[in-house]
């Protein structure tokens, strides 16, 4: 395989060679530049070519953290190919402490942009015009959002074999099967013929090392098995085949008040089985709650009250081929 030419942000990247490049479309009102930076190593060798990002939402932490301990640990210094790291994306949102672009829209709604469209359709333009082309995998590290604790998993359309081969490299605990969804990367990615790994764990504002250690180890079989992790690393040790989820259903509360969950995240539990309770704040009232059905719990609200029709777990749908009771 011959060494291709590749361009980036007017920068050719040369064999051997580091780079730490600014991606950046928009000025704070102050009209102070804010870099966004793209960090690529490119080796001698040919091969694919990996973007692993985070951040593409402002208060999602442990993406941001897995990409950084990619880099701070060597592991984006490629045996063959080349490897994108921006461990921040939505640096706007990051440095607001908020979810969302300045203009208030979402960045995953907004691709693949319009040129001359918001804000974040200009960036989200910008990113898939500018960095998209040069890129064959795309590794996207997230987190829950609105006090919900994601089981550590990976989100893959099925009917995409590019993505699903390396979902199954990548090992999370639990493979979820997702269809499209308009305005996402993942849709844009999948568009243009790039295999797309979509990584949830995790809460929002929030660093969990165990998350994280999950999301970094998947990245390293990736990179592994693509021939890119560097010789002198170990491999991540050897973890048991993820539990293939493909359906689920969520769980919402029947009554509003104090939220007390009894099950952690990755619990398998039978349907009708009592998991947490709701109270009133003056202890009069306490409902238990029960589950909707059998299966995995992939998500948990760990908010301390809740309203009424508030989602509250979110558990798999057990099809008989799932592993044997356990806690994941």
């Not at 021939?227 to 048991?240: I, R």
């Amino acid at each position: 395989m011959s060494l291709r030419k590749i361009n980036i942000l007017d920068t050719e990247v040369k064999p051997g060679h580091i780079y730490k490049l600014n991606f950046n479309k928009a000025k704070l009102y102050t009209s102070t530049v804010i870099e966004v930076p793209v960090i690529i190593r490119r080796a001698h060798k040919a091969g694919p070519v990996v973007l692993i990002m985070g951040g593409l939402h402002g208060d999602e932490i442990n993406g941001i953290e897995v990409v950084r301990q990619i880099i701070a640990k060597g592991y984006n210094k490629p045996n063959a190919g080349t490897i994108i790291c921006m461990p921040v994306l939505n640096i706007f949102g990051f440095l607001n402490m908020q979810r969302e672009f300045p203009d208030g829209r979402d960045l995953n709604r907004s691709f693949p942009g319009y040129k001359s469209g918001s804000l974040a359709g200009r960036f989200a333009h910008q990113f898939v015009n500018e960095i998209l082309p040069h890129v064959d995998i795309v590794m996207d590290f997230h987190t829950g959002g609105a006090q919900r604790f994601n089981a550590p998993q990976l989100r893959v359309d099925p009917g995409y074999e590019k993505s699903l081969e390396l979902a199954h490299v990548f090992k999370a605990p639990f493979l979820i099967h997702s269809g499209k969804l308009k305005g996402t990367l993942r849709n844009t990615c999948m568009e243009l013929g790039k295999a797309y790994l979509l990584y949830e764990g995790g809460k929002s504002f929030e660093s969990d090392k165990h998350i994280v250690k999950i999301g970094v180890q998947g990245a390293k079989r990736v990179l592994h098995h693509l021939g890119m992790l560097g010789t002198s690393f170990e491999l991540p040790p050897v973890v048991p085949d993820s539990v293939v989820v493909h359906s689920s259903k969520w769980l919402r509360a029947s009554y509003s008040g104090l939220f007390h969950p009894k099950v952690p995240y990755g619990r398998f539990v039978e349907k009708g089985e009592y998991i947490a309770t709701i109270t009133d704040p003056y202890g009069s009232f306490r409902h238990k709650v029960k589950s909707n059905q059998t299966g995995y719990i992939i998500n948990v609200n760990q908010s301390p009250m809740v309203y009424q029709g508030d989602a509250i777990f979110h558990i798999t749908s057990h099809d008989g081929q799932e592993k044997p009771k356990e806690e994941i």
